[in-house]
């Protein structure tokens, strides 16, 4: 089959879940013979094409300037368009693969003009991420939200709990539904590294405990309640110091709460690092804290696993099914900086515990969450809508 | 709690806006006055935030100042969308 699958972000241009989950299911479903062709957008030092492990990517320049958010996200998947049309004169695309309402307008467009059908992952939604539809900004990402699954054939998510969400707020029927879960690339967390340089590369000493937390810094993560929960976390583990990886418009913020605490010095914001460092500072952490507040998926718990990091992990959306409470990490109330103390304390208090969580985790994902297997439940879908 | 979107974000955001994303593409001071109708002294006084936290590069072009979006800048801005 030749796919076209059209996403926002596609390494090194890696804002959020999205880049990485395109990057592992594209190579995946190439790697079964399958030709894949990715339309993006641009990103410094990246080339306009380059073709890697199998896949061929098409990085699109947005030439106009733009006075706000929608406007951009329009010109760009006009932008998106005129490139996947002049690929389109070379090769015959049998689906369009569109990731999140942000490239759909590009993915519908051709799905007309093509005469193909178009599958959509929805990765999450408006109305989940902003708790709410509070401007008219995202009422109008809402609708467009809306309109993708509407002209999709199929709607693809990666948790039940984003199904769930699907049906109730779009009133999408529920057979139009297929949940393929995400997955990670395990041999990326096959390092041998020595944990003590890599925890002295950050300031943290050989008897303290590393509390470690990755997300984008932005309201969704909850990565507030984790700070208020420094306090009795430093209380009851005087020798905790907590790193914070992740960009956001929240940093300044999350800055200043973290100076209101009392415990400001324990606390370290790394901003963006590349993949290879996030790696090596999960191998060396002696707990990853995800106190998110929507979760449609949460990856990020499957690459703490996958690095024998124990997780805990507030109780909501897809962490909620990644996660099983006290057999593969600790699951948490969220917004609830006690329960975050209270998970890290367990984590921290038991290592035979902790241990135990991290192998029976290890286990479950080498079984559950391999690329191969959703290139292949994904592929499934391609040819059930005629690709 | 304040979620208020910092002043000096809303700069970066406005020079991801007008283009301003990449080496060749950079502006100088009284240009993004031009686009953002701010005043130059505001303007000045952000960037150099931005830069020290280095999400804004500056570069000598022409004679002028000119900026543009580090990659980091770059993702800071699309955060607010993801």
Same mark, same amino acid.
């Given at each position: 089959?030749?796919?076209?699958?059209?996403?926002?972000?596609?390494?090194?241009? @890696?804002?959020? !879940?999205?880049?990485?989950?395109? =990057?592992?299911?594209?190579?995946? /479903?190439?790697?079964? !013979?399958?030709?894949?062709?990715?339309?993006?957008?641009?990103?410094?030092?990246?080339?306009?094409?380059?073709?890697?492990?199998?896949?061929?990517?098409?990085?699109?320049?947005? =030439?106009? #300037?733009?006075?706000?958010?929608?406007?951009?996200?329009? $010109?760009?998947?006009?932008?998106?368009?005129?490139?996947?049309?002049?690929?389109?004169?070379?090769?015959?695309?049998?689906?369009?693969?569109?990731?999140?309402? $942000?490239?759909?307008?590009? !993915?519908?467009?051709?799905?007309?003009?093509?005469?193909?059908?178009?599958?959509?992952?929805?990765?999450?939604?408006? @109305?989940?991420?902003?708790?709410?539809?509070?401007?008219?900004?995202?009422?109008?990402?809402?609708?467009?939200?809306?309109?993708?699954? +509407?002209?999709?054939?199929?709607?693809?998510?990666?948790?039940?709990?984003? *199904?769930?969400?699907?049906?109730?707020?779009?009133?999408?029927?529920?057979?139009?539904?297929?949940?393929?879960?995400?997955?990670?690339?395990?041999?990326?967390?096959?390092?041998?590294?020595?944990?003590?340089?890599?925890?002295?590369?950050?300031?943290?000493?050989?008897?303290?405990?590393?509390?470690?937390?990755?997300?984008?810094?932005?309201?969704?993560?909850?990565?507030?309640?984790?700070?208020?929960?420094?306090?009795?976390?430093?209380?009851?583990?005087?020798?905790?110091?907590?790193?914070?990886? %992740?960009? #956001?418009?929240?940093?300044?913020? $999350?800055?200043?709460?973290?100076?209101?605490?009392?415990?400001?010095?324990?606390?370290?914001?790394?901003?963006?690092?590349?993949?290879?460092?996030?790696?090596?500072?999960?191998?060396?952490?002696?707990?990853?804290?995800?106190?998110?507040?929507?979760?449609?998926?949460?990856?990020?718990?499957?690459? %703490?696993?996958?690095?024998?990091?124990?997780? @805990?992990?507030?109780?909501?959306?897809?962490?909620?099914?990644? @996660?099983?409470?006290?057999?593969?990490?600790?699951?948490? +109330?969220?917004?609830?900086?006690?329960?975050?103390?209270?998970?890290?304390?367990? /984590?921290?208090?038991?290592?035979?515990?902790?241990?135990?969580?991290? =192998?029976?985790?290890? =286990?479950?994902?080498?079984?559950?969450?391999?690329?191969?297997?959703?290139?292949? *439940?994904?592929?499934?879908?391609?040819?059930?809508?005629?690709? | 709690?304040?979620?208020?979107?910092?002043?000096?974000?809303?700069?970066?955001?406005?020079?991801?806006?007008?283009?301003?994303?990449?080496?060749?593409?950079?502006?100088?001071?009284?240009?993004?006055?031009?686009?953002?109708?701010?005043?130059?002294?505001?303007?000045?006084?952000?960037?150099?935030?931005?830069?020290?936290?280095?999400?804004?590069?500056?570069?000598?072009?022409?004679?002028?100042?000119?900026?543009?979006?580090?990659?980091?800048?770059?993702?800071?801005?699309?955060?607010?969308?993801?």
């Amino acid at each position: 089959m030749k796919i076209c699958m059209l996403t926002w972000e596609y390494p090194p241009r @890696v804002v959020g !879940g999205i880049a990485r989950h395109c =990057e592992g299911l594209a190579k995946a /479903i190439a790697h079964e !013979g399958h030709e894949v062709y990715i339309f993006t957008l641009d990103f410094p030092g990246a080339p306009d094409y380059e073709e890697v492990d199998g896949v061929k990517i098409y990085r699109t320049v947005t =030439e106009l #300037g733009h006075p706000n958010f929608l406007t951009w996200a329009l $010109l760009f998947n006009h932008f998106l368009e005129k490139r996947l049309g002049q690929v389109s004169q070379q090769v015959k695309f049998d689906i369009i693969h569109v990731h999140d309402w $942000l490239t759909a307008p590009a !993915g519908i467009s051709s799905k007309y003009r093509l005469g193909k059908p178009m599958v959509l992952t929805v990765h999450s939604t408006e @109305v989940g991420r902003a708790q709410g539809i509070h401007n008219p900004d995202s009422f109008a990402i809402d609708g467009m939200e809306w309109w993708a699954t +509407y002209e999709a054939s199929k709607v693809i998510v990666t948790s039940s709990s984003m *199904k769930g969400e699907l049906c109730g707020h779009f009133h999408l029927p529920a057979d139009k539904i297929e949940v393929i879960s995400n997955a990670i690339e395990l041999t990326k967390y096959n390092i041998s590294i020595d944990r003590q340089s890599v925890r002295s590369r950050y300031g943290v000493g050989p008897h303290e405990k590393l509390v470690l937390c990755v997300g984008r810094l932005v309201p969704q993560k909850g990565i507030e309640y984790l700070i208020h929960a420094v306090p009795s976390i430093s209380w009851r583990h005087p020798e905790a110091r907590f790193i914070i990886v %992740g960009e #956001g418009w929240l940093k300044g913020h $999350l800055e200043y709460l973290a100076q209101t605490t009392g415990h400001g010095w324990k606390i370290r914001f790394t901003g963006f690092i590349p993949d290879s460092e996030v790696i090596a500072l999960m191998t060396s952490a002696d707990v990853l804290v995800i106190p998110s507040i929507y979760e449609p998926f949460g990856i990020v718990a499957l690459e %703490g696993m996958a690095a024998g990091v124990p997780v @805990v992990a507030s109780q909501v959306g897809g962490l909620a099914e990644v @996660v099983e409470h006290d057999r593969t990490g600790i699951l948490v +109330y969220p917004r609830n900086p006690e329960s975050i103390a209270w998970g890290v304390d367990r /984590i921290l208090s038991d290592p035979g515990h902790a241990r135990w969580l991290t =192998e029976n985790a290890r =286990e479950m994902i080498q079984k559950t969450y391999s690329w191969e297997a959703i290139a292949k *439940k994904t592929v499934k879908v391609y040819k059930e809508v005629g690709g | 709690m304040s979620e208020e979107v910092p002043e000096e974000f809303r700069l970066l955001c406005m020079l991801h806006n007008i283009g301003a994303t990449k080496w060749e593409k950079s502006l100088s001071i009284q240009e993004i006055s031009q686009w953002t109708a701010m005043e130059t002294s505001s303007i000045e006084f952000h960037l150099q935030k931005l830069v020290e936290s280095g999400y804004v590069q500056p570069i000598e072009g022409e004679g002028v100042g000119k900026y543009h979006l580090t990659p980091d800048g770059i993702r800071k801005v699309l955060t607010l969308y993801s």
